[in-house]
């Protein structure tokens, strides 16, 4: 038993030094992570998008429609960048991407209105750059929806209605909408706190296989199991501990950073969320197992391994939900780790639901391991007779 | 005339050249891994990406309903609001806990609640009536599904609440219609008018697609080379004095070859066959792949001298595509990025592609009013052309100083 655990510590004294003799492996897991978490921290930094570039087609020019440009200008979401009294000039911008939507303002607009001609406003968003447009949507409907309102307050308060009963004829019916646990739709809560952990569920794939399927291709196989006495699971976790102590320090560091720092919301139990990290990154560790033992050469093995880490955010349907997708490609998202974990993180930070909710894809994250049992004797096979070709 | 005597001229000798551009091919094709990524992903990808964002725009979400009023009223509400496509009432609830219940099981995704005051508000007109409405952020779509279409269900019933009560101050119809719709509008989606999710995102993966399996293609190429401690695979035909700038426009023209045919099936067929948005000239996408490919290329080609062997670049950057995405100012919007982000995503071919390509593809826009994008792109092609002249120049210089000594 003693031995074992020597056995392990040597394997892993071996694996800490071919760690820091490359560049390779620090970069790719420590500089990779922080690079990644500065930047995407940083450009969501304001949360939600804000001052949209729009352009208005003022074909009015009118006291009233420069002061509807000046009320939209006035909001925080839009700004608008260019008036025109030519909706040619605005279509143009807009193809250039320079606006992401346009108001127009028709003619007559004021004298119009007035004369109760109920003159219509146009506006127009781009959903080619999909959140610039709905920001803009929103926005410009509200507008849109207040010029009516304003009107209807001139009219009513000279016909001399008091003030209370204007409100009641003009917004009769109002919705509060409740944004559950991220009431600012704050989009870095939303995406960063799915994306960093998808990003080291990559670093810990592609290291994985790479440290394994190293040894394959320079031939250094046999020397690892013979330090691990002949024993494969020796071999495996003394190899791997070193990793794994990295990966867990970078897990918890980016929960720590996200919900700590940052102040994420986390309405249910962090350490759960915690644990829920640390198991992606065990399955992680299990699937590149997998993937380097079905295909014992490193050059194969990394290529399907980041074919299959790239589809990793899509499937694991943080923006677009898996209930939408392809049926077959809804039974595929259960062999994405980070589907699992982002389960669990919308259970324990967004929701505080039910324990089952974060107890099942656990198990799921868990059950992982069996892949990475099942091609153990090919692996085995495959180091200790560097039978497959090198490249 | 003057074609030939320049192909045949001092500096562009066309025999050596072509020599470095079909060995370049052959290498490529006698490489499995570099043939993977280059066709089987470039033709792969786009077609599974299709199939995981099939539906484009989310439907159907499934929400809870906690009636407090049962009034007829919020009854035509809710009728209203479950004939959207973007909603299912799958619950009815007697109380919030019930409902907050389902919410927090993920069983719904939305829970809208109408007070027991909410008839009695709109009968009176004395108090504004309230809907209150609970959204699941875990995404944002189903969120956008959810408030969208309740709030346009609102929006549409205020109008005829408005006009009722009017009537019942004792104003005409007509006069009634004309206050509330003093100025009625009319929104129009320009451009993508499903608005969906796939029409927005998979163009903009598509050049990404072609970016970044060139980019590991060639930087597998040339870690290969490193990793055969035989450099002058990088500089092939230097033994026998090629000069550097035949060797690059030779090895680039064979990526150039390959990358152009399997651009145009990838940008102009597969918009066609998943009815993604298509409403750009396609010779205008041709023209503008030009520029693209050869900025990639060249980009691809100065970084992959840094890659010392086949996997690494592979490894350390795998992670580049996400950033590539976001950086260029598709996913997040451009102006939200801080200055040093945009300056920096200057500097790479992607981000000028990929607006180039969805001005072109998705709004129709000409080549003469992507100008910009399409300009840049040729000064990045030229850019990286020099850059990886001058890392070939520099090695071949190093190699030389070695076997010399």
């Known amino acids: ?12 004294q071996r694996e800490a030094g071919r760690m820091f003799i490359r560049p390779l492996y620090i970069f790719a897991s420590v500089g990779v992570m922080v690079l990644c978490t500065i930047f995407f921290l940083s450009i969501m930094k304001r949360g939600a998008p804000e001052r949209m570039p729009v352009a208005v087609v003022d074909k009015d020019q009118s006291s009233i429609s420069r002061r509807l440009c000046h009320e939209t200008n006035a909001t925080q979401s839009v700004e608008i960048v260019l008036i025109s009294p030519n909706f040619a000039d605005a279509r143009l911008a807009m193809q250039r991407g320079e606006v992401y939507g346009i108001l127009e303002i028709p003619e007559d607009f004021y004298a119009d209105i007035v004369s109760f001609k109920q003159p219509t406003l146009h506006f127009y968003v781009n959903n080619a750059y999909t959140v610039g447009a709905s920001t803009a949507y929103k926005q410009l409907l509200t507008m849109c929806n207040l010029t009516s309102g304003a009107f209807q307050r001139e009219v009513l308060r000279k016909k001399g209605l008091p003030e209370y009963l204007i409100m009641e004829r003009i917004q009769p019916v109002a919705i509060s909408a409740h944004m559950i646990a991220n009431p600012w739709s704050n989009y870095a809560i939303y995406l960063v706190s799915t994306i960093v952990p998808g990003i080291l569920s990559l670093v810990v794939l592609m290291l994985t296989i790479f440290a394994i399927g190293f040894e394959l291709k320079m031939q250094t196989s046999r020397q690892w199991l013979e330090i691990a006495g002949g024993n494969y699971t020796v071999a495996m976790i003394g190899k791997l501990l070193p990793y794994t102590i990295l990966y867990i320090v970078l897990g918890i560091g980016c929960n720590v950073i996200l919900f700590r720092f940052m102040h994420f919301p986390v309405m249910g139990s962090s350490w759960r969320l915690v644990l829920g990290i640390l198991l992606l990154v065990f399955a992680m560790e299990s699937m590149a197992i997998a993937l380097i033992g079905a295909l014992p050469t490193l050059r194969d093995a990394i290529s399907i391994g980041a074919l299959y880490g790239m589809l990793g955010f899509s499937l694991s349907g943080f923006t677009y939900p898996v209930m939408n997708m392809l049926p077959p490609f809804q039974a595929l998202t259960w062999l994405i780790p980070l589907r ?5 993180y919308v259970n324990e930070a967004l929701m505080a639901g039910p324990v089952m909710n974060t107890v099942i894809p656990m198990l799921c994250l868990t059950a992982f391991f069996v892949l990475a049992l099942i091609v153990s004797p090919r692996l085995h096979n495959a180091l200790q007779y560097n039978n497959y070709p090198l490249k | 005339m003057i074609i030939t005597r320049l192909l045949y001229s001092k500096w562009l000798k066309v025999q050596e050249t072509w020599g470095v551009f079909t060995g370049e091919l052959r290498r490529i094709f006698s490489d499995p891994g570099v043939v993977v990524i280059f066709f089987v992903a ?20 499934p929400v809870a309903v906690v009636d407090m009023s049962h009034s007829q009223e919020s009854r035509a509400f809710l009728h209203r609001w479950n004939a959207t496509p973007d909603v299912t009432i799958t619950h009815y609830c007697t109380s919030m806990a019930e409902a907050e219940q389902l919410l927090r099981a993920q069983k719904i995704h939305g829970i809208i609640y109408f007070p027991s005051d909410y008839a009695e508000c709109l009968n009176t007109g004395m108090k504004t009536a309230h809907i209150s409405l609970y959204c699941d952020m875990s995404s944002f779509l189903y969120m956008k599904a959810v408030y969208l279409s309740c709030n346009r269900v609102m929006l549409e019933d205020m109008g005829r609440i408005q006009v009722d009560r009017y009537e019942a101050m004792g104003y005409d119809k007509q006069f009634s219609w004309q206050l509330v719709q003093a100025a009625p509008y009319t929104e129009t989606a320009l451009f993508c008018e499903s608005g969906g999710y796939a029409s927005f995102l998979i163009p903009a993966v598509l050049m990404l697609i072609l970016h970044q399996t060139l980019f590991f293609g060639i930087c597998m190429l040339g870690g290969t080379a490193r990793e055969e401690n035989n450099e002058l695979f990088l500089l092939p035909g230097r033994r026998r004095g090629y000069s550097v700038l035949r060797i690059t426009i030779g090895r680039s023209a ?16 597969v918009p066609r066959l998943f009815n993604l948005p298509h409403i750009g000239n396609p010779l205008a996408i041709l023209k503008l792949l030009v520029p693209y490919l050869l900025a990639v290329i060249y980009f691809s080609m100065s970084v992959s001298v840094f ?28 102006q939200m990025l801080p200055d040093a982000w945009r ?39 030229g850019g990286y052309f020099l850059t990886t002249c001058l890392h070939l120049g520099v090695m071949g210089y190093i190699h030389d100083k070695k076997a010399g000594c």
């Open chain 2, 42 to 61: 470039t033709l792969a990808y786009p077609i599974l990406y299709n199939f995981i964002y099939w539906k484009d725009n989310v439907e159907n979400v």
């Open chain 1, 1 to 12: 038993m003693k031995q074992i655990f020597l056995n392990i510590w040597h394997v892993a």
């Open chain 1, 340 to 344: 699992h974990y982002y389960k669990i």
């Open chain 2, 254 to 269: 064979a990526y150039f070859l390959i990358y152009y045919a399997l651009g145009a099936v990838v940008l102009l067929a």
């Open chain 2, 307 to 334: 890659t010392r062997n086949r996997e690494s670049g592979m490894v350390v950057l795998i992670s580049s595509s996400l950033i590539f995405l976001f950086i260029a100012g598709v996913s997040w919007p451009q």
């Open chain 2, 343 to 381: 300056y920096l995503s200057y500097f790479f071919p992607y981000t000028w592609g990929v607006h180039g390509f969805l001005h072109i593809n998705s709004m129709g826009a000409t080549l003469e009013t992507t100008a910009r994008e399409y300009i840049a792109l040729w000064i990045l092609a």
